[in-house]
């Protein structure tokens, strides 16, 4: 691994502790791997009062369970020291996939590596999805590889499927990248369909089976819309624009390019571009993918000027920066704020919220009261499969005071409310006769 | 006469059969034409509002006064089938220049029909009958004409500034035509061939757009661009899983394909990519971005896939094939034009609505694309909002947002505007709101509501 790459990957890996503790989902996957780092599998659910004791996904349960173990290794500090170590891994893998592109030009692998590095800042979120663009990020190398790297895909994709759903992406890549090479190397094609086969087989060695890919299916073919990091790349917002930039990038330089590219390139790029037009999330993949792409072709403005130079860095050199590394991502995390920030959380409403089921909270709200208010159970979270579409559909209906609502909010026997100042039933349900219990800028609270 | 020679005409043919075949529908159709109708009764282009309860006698330009007028001109002269007629011609027109862009590079015509088709069925989305239409059958045309001068028919420039000039008055996308003649000129600099002539060409097309102060300025046109407003369906960005977004996305994955294997020239790059950037901006600018990589993907397809072309190349063509596509397609013409919609197709408006609308006093908040409509068939009552959109930014669609979704303070906007009568969709919250509040209902058949302060 070029100590360029570590470097890189440190620096980077030391900004995000600055990064405050405060993503939504975390708290749902956190109590989720908590169960099952106590051997037993969360397969129903035991956090809301709306679908208790229906199956819940498994799909994530490897990932959930690190982001509780550093929990319970070191209280939320732990899981930012994930997310530390997590994005100094990918920052490294991804700069040092460019300098293996374009060897001894560091200049231009931060150029080609730039765009990955900044679209997939958006992902650099306390969750399994950041471990799942890790396991990408491995995978490109592999891809473009002999065959020996893409056997060790297999193994990448049964770990990579028990961590998170992106795992269906790099699976569809792995056999597109067989039926690529079994085209182009005819002699040997026979190898690829055992290879093709046991990719198949390794994402479905979990405790969700072929469960896992109706999760990944689902968000890759009919994203949630409603969900901002599910909605499609919108040019007027930073990440989208990234995008829009990154891939005008990609499509000037295969213009004004004289070289032509293999099919198992094409066979890499266009699938994964495809999945990254259809949400904001999968943005960071296109990003990924094209590094290598990137890298071999940029311009180099400082080429002429450069000198051939032996390098200087020898193994005690290396061994001390790699040290020096290491040192500053502990000290980092030491010295991060490693409490979680309630700032855009109801924490001070919680005390007009009795215990029990009968609360309708927000969305976004579900996984934090899980921490938060364990002996309240929630009407929704992140989790959203398992509530879709009857809770989901209703919880719109109420919280938008759709016509009805009353009677939609009868039938589920909802006592309390916790949602926005601003949501049309914090303005409407008063009006109905709704107590107002507690209200700030942030949260109200009302009572039947 | 050879296929290639025939094609455009062919291909114009069939898209005008194909286009004629639609009711008009769209809602703002119905304000263009009132605008226009005002504007050539008035005999002076309108410059303030007429039609609003809320923004009535303000300043306002939407910068198409010559669009508005041709189209009212084409319902005053046959009625709802001159509407029809009218956008059978200028996507006809697309379709001719794009099919002649298409083969200008000598491209089998296998290879490009396909492309030509496929790039005319996505911009079947912006088909409406609107000045858009105006934009829609100029850029082909500029398109051509920049890629004929390139390629040596360099005297043809001078139609840029007339061209420009004109289409200033129609459209606010003339703001494309003038960059795309820009970033011809861009490349004709950087490759040092003729480039006097398309600077030149630049020059004067961007003088023509200054020309008219009643226009819409570039700089509003940038910004719009830049800015569009998400809530209008055709402003949001592509969704690749719907089928307009996919044809698109398969543009994108075509034309970056294509170019990963066989590359390219600068005048590609410096063209396709801030097209494909104003592609990803909004939905009603997909089609220009498949507008502009059809000829490239014309020409260098049959160099990243020479086993395609060869096939293609190798498809003898019957002797009789060009005559019966020729007899086919003016068949087609002759139906389309035997059966050509009298009446536009209202069916997700609130018709029902218009007789006890007429019947009510003081402001009525509506439904923001039923604006429109109502413009035109109740013009005695004014609107609270619609689809021309710029003169009620910012407070009024803030406003109207606030009414309609039950945000703080929805009551005072009701009182402040006046708004004694409410005509929406039934599943808005406000509806819910004001039944239970005691507000008089009359039902809608399915799709509308109209409720009258008690």
Known sequence: MPLFAIMLGATFGALVSLQPINDSDLFWHVATGRSTLELQLARQDTFSWTIAGRPVLTDQWLGDAILAAGFALGDWRGVLAIRVIAVTLLVTVITATALAARPGRPSVA?????????????????????????????LVPLLRGGVRELLLTIPLLFVWAQLHGSYALGLVLVLASCAARALTERRERWRFAPIAAAAIVATLIGPSGL?????SGGHFLAPPRYIAEEGVPDTSTVPGLLFAITL??????????????????????????FVSLTALRYTPFFAIAAVPLLAERLFDPIARWRQQRKSIVDDRVRGAFIALAVAALILAIARADGRVDESGYPRAALRAVPAGPGLLNRYEWGGWLMDAAPATPVFIDGRLFPFVPTVLDDYRAILNAHMGWEAVADRWGVRTMLVRPSDPIAIRAPDRGWR???ADAIAVVLVR | MSARRLAPLLVAVATFAIAVAGAPSDSDMYWHLASGRWMVDHREILRSDVFSSTVMGQPYSVGEWLGEIVLYLAYAWGGWIGIVLLRGVLVAIGAF???????????????????????????????????????LALFPLMLDLLIAARAGAVRRLWLVPPVLLVWTDLHGGYALGLALVALFAIDA?????????????????????????????????????????????????????????????????????????????????????PLLYLGLSAQRDMPYFAFAVVPYLAARTPIALPLLTAWAERIKQPRAALPGVAVGVAAMAIVALAG???????????????????????????????GGYLIWRAPDQPVFIDGRLTPYLPQVLADWNTAIRLGPGWRDVLERYHVNTVLLRPDRPLVGALREDGWRATEGEKNWVLLSRP
Request: charged share 15%.
């Open chain 1, 211 to 215: 469960a896992s890919w109706t999760s």
């Open chain 2, 340 to 370: 050509l919609p009298a009446a536009p197709d209202e069916s997700a408006y609130p018709t029902g609505a218009l007789a006890p609308l007429r019947q009510r006093t003081g402001a009525v908040l509506n439904e923001y694309d039923w």
């Open chain 1, 248 to 273: 005008g990038i990609v499509v000037a330089t295969a213009l004004l390019s004289r070289w032509s590219v293999s099919v198992r390139e094409l066979a890499l790029l266009i699938p994964v571009l």
């Open chain 1, 436 to 438: 107002v219990a507690y």
């Open chain 2, 97 to 135: 220049f794009l099919t002649r862009a298409a083969l200008r590079s000598g491209a089998p015509v296998l290879v490009a029909l396909p492309l030509v088709i496929l790039a005319l069925v996505l911009s079947t989305i912006v088909w409406t009958d609107r000045p858009h239409l105006f934009t």
């Open chain 1, 110 to 138: 931060i150029a080609a590596a730039l765009p990955a590095i900044a679209l997939s800042r958006f992902a650099w979120t306390d969750r399994p999805e950041l471990l799942g663009l890790l396991c990408f990020a491995v």
């Open chain 2, 189 to 273: 600099v950087a490759r040092r061939r003729q480039p006097l002539p398309f600077v030149i060409a630049a020059s004067l097309g961007g003088v023509a757009t200054l020309l008219d102060p009643a226009s819409i300025g570039l700089g509003a046109a940038a910004a719009h661009a830049a800015a569009p407003p998400r809530f209008i369906v055709e402003e949001s960005p592509p969704d690749v899983l719907t089928p307009a977004g996919a044809l698109f996305a398969l543009f994108i994955l075509g034309t970056l394909s294509v170019a990963l294997r066989a590359g390219g020239e600068l005048i590609d790059a410096v063209v396709i990519v």
